[in-house]
């Protein structure tokens, strides 16, 4: 029994001698453990080191690749560490808030020219109201004609925004 604990420490130290020389130290023993508890569970009639040498070898190369396999999943060859990335400037950009700023005062004057009924529609649709309940609230017998306001208020809003969704709003450049 003595003699086996002995060969298992020096394979041991095998192996994450050889382990450690392609991945960190404390990897390489995990790695060690690993092969270690399968030559344990698996391999306990093999006492000779002559074959316990090759066998773990041959056990350390499948749990390497298994481990490169799950690092390469998990994305952890790619990993920026925290320190190296940018920090957000809270400010934001200038210009960037300027467009917002003057997209909102865009959007409010549009909105205050929009008919009772578009700006009723835009109300309920923000506060969440399906079309069917607007459909109630309103008194329609159709859907299709809440449908119909509501492609005709969106297209009067567009127009009231300068005509275009895409790009910058209200921009004719």
Known sequence: MMEREAILSQLRERIVAFAASRWSR??????????????????????????????????LRFKMLDFHRKSLRRGEYNQVAIEDLPLRDPRGNPGTELEHKEMIEQLISAMTRLSPRCRQLFRWKLEGKS??????????????????????????????MGGSWEGRLGRHD
């Open 26 to 59: 404390e990897v390489a023993e995990d790695l060690a453990q690993e092969v270690l508890i399968v030559l344990h569970e698996k391999y306990a009639q093999v006492t000779e080191l002559n074959e316990l040498l090759p066998l773990s070898f041959q056990i």
């Open 131 to 160: 079309f069917v309940e607007i459909q109630a609230l309103l008194g329609q017998r159709s859907i299709n004609t809440i449908y119909t306001w509501d492609f005709r208020c969106r297209k009067q809003l567009l127009e009231l």
